[in-house]
């Protein structure tokens, strides 16, 4: 066996944050993401694979495992051809300055791993989420990001705090507001988006400066948008803006 | 028991494709989604419901039953307050006008689900899909249309031969083409979006008169977009210059 029974415990333990947090440790599936993460500094503490990788350097040889025995280890119904555990790297000091998207208490994990797969082709590489808000090193989360992840920090922290003291504008998507298509967007704010129930918090809400919205064509049924989607067609309309 | 076993063996079939083919129906959850649908035509079959509703005309009165046997009915990890068997109504003839979504090959309930809330959204309302396109009227992708789909018409054919003989530009969205922010839009167009994994397919690709693309970051080490973020970015770029 390439692998201990301690070993398949610990890393199907990696499905839970707080196991996460424990071991300090998340697990990425697949060639093209691993390779992501090494390129982005992330150290591998192992990698197992049915594949024998080429050109990777300054790191331990995989594990060559049956597709079996990957299909034993992976969290996917259709295993990849590799799966490694990443320590968590901390991300260091909360930015202050250039776009940065806030996220209040977003919940679905694949929401949050489209919107940072979003956010980093439109080269928004920091994003400041509600303590709230679904983990970003949760397997589904990692998986949607398509190893965008690894190019984008994304902070936890007391989100009304972070609002009160910033010294930027903070654009909120609401059902009303200035329409997006017109108002002027600079190329340095706060883009906050909410819960995909719930919207934005009262409170929260409160520390915008600016509120937006997406126009809705008039025979419309849809009350809202996806949160992924709200938050894509923001981050288009910075971006556009700025070229 | 307010239902027998044969209605509750019935409704679990509808989530298979081969059944709600096979009987004409499909299964909506949640009163605002079940009010959308009756509201655009829809005919319920059967209502099931933890909550006496107001206002509803015309139909037969629901059945009351209780959370627990709502559970038992649902195929949502959280029930909803109520659960309805609609027949399904055929889309008609296909359209030749206006603005039309055409998908090739999507596969992921969520994405197609996402897709009709987002085209209803921007006043799109005819969906064109290559038969190997995941079901409208599978339970994942009516959850995630938030009632969108009793709005838009989803019509499922030979995509190939819909985009030969249509006569109106095609265009499609890939990784290289003529820069989204800069070209000009028309009124009436089809908007191709492709597979999650492989885009839109060679063959298809040659019917389109238009290549477009949605402009990426420098630094981004995404190499592509979500299909559902990639179809809400060219729906609002087209919404937007129709204002």
Redesign the interface.
Known sequence: MPFTKAELKFIKQLQQKKYRKQYGAFVVEGWKSIR?FI??GYKPQKIYTTLKPAGLQNIEPPEIVTPKQLKQLSFLQHPKDALAVFKIKHPGIIPDKGLILALDDLQDP?NLG?II??A????V?NIVCSQNTVDCYNPKVVQ?T???L??VSVFYTDLHKFLTYIDLPVYGTFLSGENI?RCTLPEEAVILTGNEGNGIKDEIARLTTHRIH?????????????A??AA??VL?EF??RS?
Chains 1, 2 share one sequence.
Not at 120 to 123: A, E, K, P, S, T
Not at 214 to 226: C, F, H, Q, T
């Open positions: 992501d390129k982005a694949g489209t797969r979003t980093d082709w439109f080269g590489r949607a398509m190893g965008a690894a190019n298509y997406i126009p809705k064509d008039r025979g419309a049924i849809a009350e809202s948008l996806n992924s989607i894509a067609i288009n971006y556009r070229k």
